[in-house]
């Protein structure tokens, strides 16, 4: 067998078995196992399982996940949609530049980005101190810090850079004279936008809602140093579960249910996204 | 462009840059309270940093972890990619999926599967296990980031040197090895920025090495402190440059590129 260039998938495909299908597949194997003296004993429990089904607090946590990057994709989405039309309008010399302003905050590392926050949002943090100034409240604003609202402000600001940028590409594929020809035939902007721009970015957004789901579903840094009470995740839990309990059988299983419920999830989204172009791209064409 | 998409654009971008500038400030401000109105201006935090061991050594393993990420993103990612285009390959969807799972997999997840597989095995966590994980989930990045090139490049410009007598290494280093060195070093610096980035595979793999995002984390949990703001400018100054030399780069080189054509 002569050397082909295809073969250099095989190192490549090596790799990611190893350091990515293999510890996956060790999960399946340990959510049989037991423990027994603080040591894992292979066996072919259904121990983990059956106490994982009948749990609420771990199903509220992996329905929280869900909940979570569903709300981060739907809020990336929309703040996402103007800003990547706005970019479209842009002066080719002023895109290169666009596109570094919009993928610096990015590079910045997630601690900094976590930590950047808790000084914003703070009790004497620029928000308070900004709006106490004005005389619009009369004390500082609680919910801003360690708080839901938290957790959703931080997660959409991670993530939106991709959204922007998915749907961007997207719509610069979109033919201008098309959105013309719909105003020169009397479409309102919102017609517009509805009818031509929206069903022509659907991959786009499929693709950047893809993206924004994966990240943000399996995130627990920013719930967990910013979320306070609320901050509690099914990530957290496995960590826990695997550290201090020892409880590794159940950990796997979790971790399991987890990827198992994100991963249809994403699919039933995918699908969603798919049809919604079909269906805006039959109304446009009546 | 209308005022209205213009002004879009400058509330997005001081979103985006809002808690950067905030935590800039803060690191020049005279007051060890992070709280408004600032006080004055000082050098302080930066002269403490500045005598500072522990932030030092930090550094200095962070930046000695991403060099082998930036490196191994960037050696994978090119075979990765040439794989993907070359002709007849049978498998090209299957091998593209895969590449995607260590995007796709939460990275919490994967790192915690990781650490379990290597503590049966015996492998110690520690410096090796983190650039080796980080430069897994930096593949599939780099791999996009240069086969978006390659998919544009003419194959027939590799027929045509071999036609000519060129081995298929020569081929590679005389014709194809120019036309993506640009997409190489996006692949690299990817790899740099994202290890320098991460603070979740560090939690679980990084064992007794501290590289300096797991010791913020630390520090974080107890207390706010002006140094640390420091120390985060000096990060972000010090990735920002890194991003602006590579970009820099790519620039010289379509310029070159473009003036040979």
Redesign the interface.
């Given at each position: 067998m002569t050397f082909?260039?295809?073969?250099?998938?095989l190192?490549?495909?090596a790799?990611?078995?190893a350091?990515?299908?293999?510890?996956?597949a060790?999960?399946v194997a340990?959510s049989f196992y037991e423990v027994e003296d603080f040591d894992?004993v292979p066996a072919f429990s259904f121990r983990a399982w059956g106490e994982l089904a009948t749990s609420t607090t771990d199903w509220f946590l992996i329905g929280k996940a869900v909940l979570s990057g569903v709300a981060t994709t739907l809020f990336t989405a929309l703040?996402g949609y103007?800003?990547a039309?706005?970019?479209t309008?842009?002066a080719a010399s002023a895109k290169g530049i666009?596109i570094?302003?919009?993928l610096?905050?990015?590079?910045?590392?997630?601690?900094?980005?976590?930590?950047?926050?808790?000084?914003?949002l703070?009790g004497?943090?620029?928000i308070n101190?900004v709006l106490l100034g004005l005389g619009l409240i009369d004390e500082p604003l609680k919910f801003l810090l360690f708080s839901p609202f938290t957790i959703g402000l931080v997660l959409t600001?991670n993530n939106?850079?991709f959204m922007?940028l998915a749907i961007w590409v997207s719509a610069e594929m979109v033919d201008r004279r098309l959105i013309e020809a719909a105003r020169d035939l009397g479409a309102r902007p919102v017609d517009a936008f509805f009818r031509v721009i929206f069903p022509l970015t659907t991959p786009g957004l499929a693709a950047g809602s893809l993206t924004v789901f994966?990240l943000s579903?399996?995130?627990?840094?920013t719930p967990n140093?910013l979320g306070g009470t609320s901050g509690a995740t099914a990530?957290a839990l496995?960590?826990n579960l695997?550290g201090t309990a020892f409880d590794?059988p159940l950990?796997?299983a979790l971790?399991l249910a987890?990827?198992a419920t994100?991963f249809l999830v994403?699919s039933a989204m995918a699908g969603l996204l798919l049809r919604l172009k079909g269906a805006r791209a039959m109304i446009g064409r009546t | 462009m209308g005022r209205i998409g213009f002004s879009v654009l400058i509330v997005a971008a001081g979103f985006l840059y809002l808690p950067l500038v905030v935590l800039a400030m803060f690191s020049f401000n005279d007051s060890a309270l992070m709280a408004f109105p600032l006080s004055g201006f000082t050098l302080d935090w930066y002269r403490e940093l500045a005598q500072s061991d522990n932030f030092l050594s930090g550094f200095v393993t962070s930046f000695l972890i991403a060099q082998p990420v930036g490196i191994l993103a960037m050696l994978f990612g090119l075979m990765a990619s040439l794989a993907l285009t070359a002709p007849g390959f049978r498998w090209r969807g299957l091998f593209a999926v895969l590449l995607l799972t260590p995007f796709l997999v939460p990275k919490s997840v994967l790192s915690i599967a990781q650490a379990m597989i290597m503590s049966r095995i015996g492998f110690e966590r520690g410096a090796t296990a983190l650039i080796l994980a980080q430069s897994l989930v930096a593949l599939p990045f780099a791999t996009a980031l240069i086969s978006a090139v390659m998919v544009r490049f003419d194959r027939r410009l590799i027929e045509a040197a071999r036609d000519l007598g060129a081995s298929p290494w020569q081929a590679f280093l005389r014709v194809l090895l120019p036309q993506i060195r640009p997409a190489l070093s996006g692949a690299y610096s990817v790899g740099v920025i994202l290890s320098l980035a991460d603070l979740t595979i560090a939690m679980f793999l990084a064992g007794r090495t501290q590289p300096l995002s797991l010791m913020v984390a630390s520090e974080f949990r107890r207390e706010l402190r002006p140094d640390l703001n420091a120390m985060q400018v000096v990060v972000l100054v010090v990735t920002a440059l890194l991003v602006g030399l590579s970009e820099v780069y790519r620039r010289r080189r379509l310029r070159r590129l473009a003036a040979a054509a």
């Amino acid at each position: 067998m002569t050397f082909r260039q295809r073969h250099l998938a095989l190192p490549v495909a090596a790799a990611i078995i190893a350091g990515c299908i293999a510890p996956l597949a060790v999960l399946v194997a340990f959510s049989f196992y037991e423990v027994e003296d603080f040591d894992l004993v292979p066996a072919f429990s259904f121990r983990a399982w059956g106490e994982l089904a009948t749990s609420t607090t771990d199903w509220f946590l992996i329905g929280k996940a869900v909940l979570s990057g569903v709300a981060t994709t739907l809020f990336t989405a929309l703040l996402g949609y103007p800003v990547a039309l706005a970019l479209t309008r842009l002066a080719a010399s002023a895109k290169g530049i666009a596109i570094i302003v919009l993928l610096t905050p990015l590079y910045t590392g997630e601690i900094v980005r976590i930590y950047a926050w808790r000084i914003v949002l703070g009790g004497e943090g620029l928000i308070n101190t900004v709006l106490l100034g004005l005389g619009l409240i009369d004390e500082p604003l609680k919910f801003l810090l360690f708080s839901p609202f938290t957790i959703g402000l931080v997660l959409t600001y991670n993530n939106l850079p991709f959204m922007v940028l998915a749907i961007w590409v997207s719509a610069e594929m979109v033919d201008r004279r098309l959105i013309e020809a719909a105003r020169d035939l009397g479409a309102r902007p919102v017609d517009a936008f509805f009818r031509v721009i929206f069903p022509l970015t659907t991959p786009g957004l499929a693709a950047g809602s893809l993206t924004v789901f994966a990240l943000s579903a399996g995130e627990m840094l920013t719930p967990n140093l910013l979320g306070g009470t609320s901050g509690a995740t099914a990530m957290a839990l496995i960590d826990n579960l695997f550290g201090t309990a020892f409880d590794w059988p159940l950990a796997s299983a979790l971790a399991l249910a987890l990827l198992a419920t994100l991963f249809l999830v994403a699919s039933a989204m995918a699908g969603l996204l798919l049809r919604l172009k079909g269906a805006r791209a039959m109304i446009g064409r009546t | 462009m209308g005022r209205i998409g213009f002004s879009v654009l400058i509330v997005a971008a001081g979103f985006l840059y809002l808690p950067l500038v905030v935590l800039a400030m803060f690191s020049f401000n005279d007051s060890a309270l992070m709280a408004f109105p600032l006080s004055g201006f000082t050098l302080d935090w930066y002269r403490e940093l500045a005598q500072s061991d522990n932030f030092l050594s930090g550094f200095v393993t962070s930046f000695l972890i991403a060099q082998p990420v930036g490196i191994l993103a960037m050696l994978f990612g090119l075979m990765a990619s040439l794989a993907l285009t070359a002709p007849g390959f049978r498998w090209r969807g299957l091998f593209a999926v895969l590449l995607l799972t260590p995007f796709l997999v939460p990275k919490s997840v994967l790192s915690i599967a990781q650490a379990m597989i290597m503590s049966r095995i015996g492998f110690e966590r520690g410096a090796t296990a983190l650039i080796l994980a980080q430069s897994l989930v930096a593949l599939p990045f780099a791999t996009a980031l240069i086969s978006a090139v390659m998919v544009r490049f003419d194959r027939r410009l590799i027929e045509a040197a071999r036609d000519l007598g060129a081995s298929p290494w020569q081929a590679f280093l005389r014709v194809l090895l120019p036309q993506i060195r640009p997409a190489l070093s996006g692949a690299y610096s990817v790899g740099v920025i994202l290890s320098l980035a991460d603070l979740t595979i560090a939690m679980f793999l990084a064992g007794r090495t501290q590289p300096l995002s797991l010791m913020v984390a630390s520090e974080f949990r107890r207390e706010l402190r002006p140094d640390l703001n420091a120390m985060q400018v000096v990060v972000l100054v010090v990735t920002a440059l890194l991003v602006g030399l590579s970009e820099v780069y790519r620039r010289r080189r379509l310029r070159r590129l473009a003036a040979a054509a």
